[in-house]
Every structure is written in structure tokens, then in C-alpha cells.
């Protein structure tokens, strides 16, 4: 047998290092391709002794080891060669299989040898599995990454580095080169950057997942779109990143928001139902009151009183009289006015009305008129389309707030679609169809929303004094002739008020 290379302790091996988490051996073999020297490691590596090793051929061992017909050729280019090389070679089959390492260098010539190779053998077996276990990991959380439905993006250094197809849907681009390398604040809406920033310094300075923030991006066209952002650190590409999984909730808030504002606007309604009930009490109880007043001063007066005691009891009956008028207004804002329809033509009933308006409106005020000659009848009351248009009319002057501008009164054809039926107030009074509207617009001072809320509330008033019934009574003579009323006003703006009729040969239904 023959004995181990006394060199071979002090060998400068530059070929594959010996990973200490791996077992490795060494192999010396000379020029004839037989083994000369073999560590103990061989054993645990190739499952051979040392002794069993030295003395053989290389291709014999090889072969023993069942090596393929490929591997050995590729052994014997590298032992030709003469240069340091280095093999990966799979020993064994099934679950008993191990991959081995096998870095081939020639070592300094020595006088009167031969050529001389050793060999660094590494069992590689774990961290081969454990790479095809990692490679195979992140093949399946690519795949799920790029059909998640949610969009995924990962940001390193402040640059966009990966995005899914749902993140190019989201974000409004057409291919992943159009958002790689781009800085991902832009596409954060200015609102939301200091929150933005913030989160990223915590994610990266604790390791830790951000918690979920709701804020705006800004897409491709610079739309704006609401989403919901989690994020957290990753490594992507051995570089330390954030990975964001966002969601569009743009149609979720939308229609949060609408219900929220039909939920308001039931509520508007419920309340003003319960005041008009209220001041349908109200009013009858009044317009008792009044009526009794009235008819007990008509007697004494008719029994011949005193002259001093006819004064007071003319007196007393007037009083009576302005609280049956008082009881009148809240029938109207009940709508429970007594209503005469009949066919008529709006500006017909403008022009009718309209030296009381010009009486109304004061010095500094422009009135203009914009009527159609041609239009088709409505079914409506002369006297309260002519009373409604008196205190638009004043309320018109009133929000100019002796400013001049100028008031614009018109009537024209409409055709109402489902939208704006819901808008309208009383909401869903009318169906949708052709109408004819009378319409009031001022130069004034307009209503923010909530001034808007209120307006038609019976008692309301923006007034420091009044019985803020001007537009609540509006309100209740337009629902008693079955029309609807629609405002539009805004700070600084103007108000224009709309009373819209239903428009047809045939009498539609309205809803009350």
C-alpha cells in the first residue's frame, strides 16, 4: 500500500474552500490518474476508506461510484488540462443521493516527479437542497406574486424595483419598464407624502411591517385614486426593500361616501316631515285661535259697542286676521295648501306677476326676464305659482344684501333623467320625463352646504330676524301642486332655485 505524499500537509490548496457547515476530504493523485493520498473525510464523502482509495485508478473509482459516462469525461479534461478547475458530481440515487464538489488543481512541480493533482472534495448535499428548496419557494411566490389580483410593488432606495401586472392595472401603466427605476413618491398624492415617508423610516429602521394606510396615488394620467397600502421589508435582489400590497378602494369609498350622503339626506327629509306635521298642527290650532278672535270682535261690533271699544275690537280683529295669514304660511309649508290645477302656461304667469315683481325688486337690483314664447301648458295653480315666485323673489333681493348685481328670471323646458329625480327635494317627487321649469338666479351671496341642509326646514331662517318661512312655504306650495324643487348655490356664487312641473299630454304620477 502505498504511503501518503509527506507534502501533502503543507499543500497551498487554492481550489474550492471547505464550507464549515459541510464535510469535505482531500485527494492527491498522480499524472496516471492513480490515487496516492486520501483523507480521512473521504469515508463519510464517497463512502470509502482511505485505504480502499489509495493505489487505485481514478476511472475505476469513478466508475465504482457510478459516476456517468459524461462525468468521467469531463474528469479527464480536467486532469489533461492542467489547470484548476472545478465539478459538481451527484453520488448515489434516490433518497440516499449526495452532492459532492470536487475542485481539481495541479500542484507545483517537484524535481524527478511527475505531474500531480489534488482534489477538494465538499459534500454539498444540504446546501443544494436547501437551494433548490429556496429557488423552488421563490419560484411559487413569483407565480403568486404575478397572478395576485392585488397589485405588489417593491421600492429599494426610493426607486421602484419590481410591479406586478394588477400594480400596472392600478397605477395606469402598460408595461413594468414604464415604473421600474421611477421614485415611488411620485405616484403618492402630495397629501399623503409626509405619512408615506414616515412609514418607510419606521419599516426600515425596525424591521417591522407598517400597519395599513389608506391614502391617494396618483395614476399614469395623474388621475387620483384612493387605495389601502400595507407594507414591509423584504430583501429583494440581496438589496434590503419595501414590498407594498395595495388595494383600489376608490368604488368602495365612493359608494361609502353616497350612502352616507343618501343616509343624511333621509334623515333631511325625515326631519322636515316631522316639522311640517308639526306646523300642520300648528296651523290649525292658529287658524282656530284666529277664527274665534275674529268672529266674537264681528259680533260685539255688530251689538253697537262704544266708540273706544269698536276701536279696540277693529284692532282685536285685525290681530285675528294676521294670525289666520300666519296659520295660512304653515299650511303652505305642510303642503297642505289648497291647490286649483289647471293647464297653464309658466311664462304666461311670469308675465301676469310681473309688475308685483318689479315692486319687489329695489333701486340698484337688475331684473331680467329669459321666456320662451312657445311652451306647453302645465297643470299648476295660478295663485301659488304666482305667490312662489313673489318670495323667490324676495329672497333673491334679500341675498344681495343691497349689493348691486341683478336677479334672472326664466322658464324653460328640461328632460329630467333618474339622477337628478333623486336630487330633487322632496327626492323621487317626480318621474323622469320632460318638465317645464321656473327658475330664480341671483348675483348674492350664496349658501355653503350646510346652510343648504337647512334651507327649506319651516322655521329656519338666516336671518337675525323673521319667521324663516320664505322658502319652507315655497317648498309646501310646489309639493301641493305635485312639482319639485331643485337649488344649486355656492359661497360668493349666487343661488339659482328651479320649481319643475312635470311636462306631458297625459297627467303623470308624481310621488309625494
Excluded at 52 to 76: K, V
Excluded at 226 to 232: F, H, T
Excluded at 242 to 271: F, H, K, M, P
Excluded at 313 to 327: D, E
Amino acid at each position: 500500500m502505498s504511503r501518503p505524499h509527506p507534502s501533502a500537509s503543507r499543500l497551498e490548496i487554492r481550489a474550492l474552500p471547505i464550507a464549515e457547515s459541510t464535510t469535505g476530504a482531500l485527494v492527491l493523485c498522480d499524472d496516471s490518474g492513480i490515487v496516492r493520498f486520501a483523507s480521512e473525510g473521504v469515508r463519510e464523502i464517497l463512502g470509502r476508506s482511505p485505504q480502499e482509495l489509495t493505489g487505485r485508478a481514478i476511472r475505476s473509482l469513478a466508475c465504482d461510484l457510478g459516476l456517468s459516462g459524461a462525468t468521467l469525461d469531463a474528469l479527464a479534461r480536467t486532469l489533461a488540462s492542467g489547470e484548476s478547475s472545478r465539478l459538481e458530481l451527484r453520488l448515489g440515487n434516490g433518497d440516499s443521493a449526495h452532492d459532492v464538489e470536487v475542485g481539481v488543481q495541479e500542484l507545483p512541480a517537484r524535481p524527478g516527479q511527475g505531474r500531480e493533482y489534488v482534489a477538494v472534495l465538499a459534500d454539498v448535499t444540504e446546501r443544494r437542497r436547501a437551494e433548490r428548496a429556496l429557488e423552488q419557494s421563490e419560484h411559487r411566490y413569483r407565480a403568486l406574486v404575478e397572478a395576485s389580483p392585488d397589485p405588489i410593488v417593491v421600492h429599494a432606495r426610493g426607486l421602484i424595483r419590481y410591479v406586478n401586472p394588477a400594480a400596472l392595472v392600478l397605477l395606469g401603466a402598460q408595461a413594468p419598464q414604464e415604473l421600474i427605476g421611477r421614485p415611488i413618491m411620485e405616484f403618492v398624492h402630495p397629501e399623503f407624502h409626509g405619512l408615506v415617508r414616515e412609514r418607510v423610516r419606521k419599516m426600515e429602521e425596525t424591521g417591522e411591517p407598517g400597519t395599513m394606510l389608506a391614502e391617494k396615488l396618483l395614476r399614469f394620467d395623474a388621475t387620483t385614486i384612493e387605495v389601502e397600502v400595507a407594507g414591509a421589508p423584504v430583501v429583494y435582489e440581496g438589496e434590503p426593500a419595501i414590498q407594498l400590497v395595495g388595494r383600489d378602494v376608490t368604488e368602495r369609498r365612493r359608494a361609502e361616501r353616497e350612502r352616507q350622503r343618501l343616509a343624511e339626506r333621509r334623515r333631511d327629509v325625515e326631519r322636515r316631515e316631522s316639522l311640517a306635521t308639526l306646523a300642520a298642527g300648528v296651523a290649525h290650532s292658529l287658524a282656530t285661535l284666529a277664527g274665534s278672535i275674529v268672529d266674537a270682535a264681528d259680533r260685539e261690533i255688530e251689538l253697537g259697542a262704544h266708540e273706544h271699544e269698536t276701536r279696540t275690537l277693529v284692532a282685536m280683529r285685525g290681530t285675528g286676521l294676521r294670525i289666520s295669514a300666519l296659520a295660512e304660511q304653515l299650511r303652505a309649508c305642510a303642503g297642505a295648501s289648497r291647490a286649483r290645477l289647471r293647464r297653464l302656461s309658466l311664462p304666461q304667469l311670469v308675465l301676469e306677476c310681473s309688475e308685483r315683481i318689479e315692486a319687489e325688486t329695489p333701486p340698484g337690483v337688475s331684473l331680467g326676464y329669459d321666456l320662451p314664447g312657445d311652451t306647453r301648458p302645465v297643470r299648476v295653480d295660478a295663485a301659488l305659482v304666482q305667490r312662489v315666485l313673489l318670495d323667490l323673489v324676495r329672497n333673491a333681493v334679500e341675498a344681495m344684501r343691497g349689493a348691486p348685481g341683478g336677479i334672472q328670471i326664466g322658464a324653460r323646458r328640461i328632460d329630467l333623467d333618474a339622477a337628478t329625480t333623486a336630487e330633487l327635494e322632496p327626492p323621487g317627487a317626480l318621474e323622469p320625463g320632460p318638465c317645464m321649469a321656473l327658475e330664480v338666479r341671483d348675483d348674492g351671496c350664496g349658501m355653503d352646504t350646510e346652510t343648504r341642509r337647512r334651507i327649506l326646514d319651516p322655521f329656519f331662517s338666516t336671518k337675525a330676524a323673521g319667521r324663516g318661512l320664505g322658502l319652507a312655504e315655497v317648498f309646501g306650495l310646489v309639493r301641493a301642486q305635485g312639482g319639485a324643487l331643485q337649488v344649486e348655490s355656492a359661497p360668493g356664487r349666487g343661488t339659482t332655485v328651479r320649481v319643475i312641473f312635470p311636462l306631458g299630454d297625459e297627467e303623470r304620477p308624481s310621488r309625494r
